[in-house]
């Protein structure tokens, strides 16, 4: 019959055993929603632009109703809306290309090699 330490220290290991099995599986499967990275930067920039147009738009419109400046705010509004959405997508997205730059790895098969035209 085993003492009651050998029985707590067996327990013991085969809770680590499976907590060390729980962790390895779970880092192999990461959390994902079915869609790449490239489909979540895409959604990115997109509210990037979408909230900078009508964030713009807002602004204008309190400054109309405020200073009863007519169309003239929201129109400013949407133009400087409109800029700046623009400006901060384009620099999003040049961030994102740099990075996929980074990380291409020229030697993959198929990636830029034109072996077809040497045969």
Do not use: C
Not at 7 to 24: I, K, M, P, Q, V
Not at 35 to 61: F, K, N, T
């Amino acid at each position: 019959m085993p003492t009651p330490d050998e029985t707590s220290r067996g327990a013991l290991e085969r809770l680590d055993h499976r907590l060390d099995a729980f962790e390895a599986a779970r880092e192999v499967k990461p959390f994902s929603l079915g869609m790449g990275d490239e489909a979540s930067e895409g959604y990115r920039l997109l509210g990037q632009m979408l909230g900078g147009v009508l964030g713009g738009i807002g602004l204008g419109w309190l400054v109309d109703h405020f200073a009863h400046t007519g169309p003239w705010g929201v129109v400013g509004g949407l133009l400087i809306g409109a800029g700046l959405s623009i400006y901060a997508t384009v620099r999003t997205a040049s961030r994102i290309s740099a990075r996929a730059a980074a990380n291409w790895a020229p030697g993959v098969p198929g990636a830029g090699d034109d072996d077809e035209d040497d045969a």
